[in-house]
């Protein structure tokens, strides 16, 4: 972002359990504690928002609709926390590496 004038632009937004392969930035700024643990020291830093699993978020009451809605204000609320102006990127991915074990 500093070529074209935003330096303050550093942070980045994910989804905890993420996981976005194994390159240094690329495990910074994934959510699977496990995986970042023995690099962490090294990484760079993002802010996580919560997973995006409707099957064991979404609430009896919620609606579909309903549960993507608040996941949404989840990322909305955190861009407010920690300041538009600092964001560089939010990173989600389109399926979800489940824990090791997990039945499915």
């Known amino acids: 972002m500093i070529e074209i ?9 994910s989804r905890r359990q993420s996981y976005h392969r194994n390159t240094l930035g690329a495990l910074g700024t994934g959510g699977n504690l496990r995986r970042r643990e023995p ?9 996580r928002i919560d997973a995006c699993f409707e099957y064991r978020g979404r609430a009896d009451q919620e609606s579909p609709y309903e549960y ?4 949404a204000n989840g990322l909305e609320k955190e861009l ?5 102006e600092t964001v560089i990127g ?3 991915e389109p399926v ?6 997990a039945d499915g």
């Not at 979800?96 to 074990?101: L, N, S, T």
């Open 5 to 13: 004038g935003q330096p303050e632009r550093t942070r980045f937004i």
């Open 39 to 47: 690099f962490d020291p090294v990484m760079v830093s993002a802010s």
């Open 68 to 71: 993507g809605q608040r996941v």
């Open 80 to 84: 407010l926390r920690i300041g538009p």
């Open 90 to 92: 939010f990173l989600a």
């Open 96 to 101: 979800v590496d489940r824990p090791r074990g």
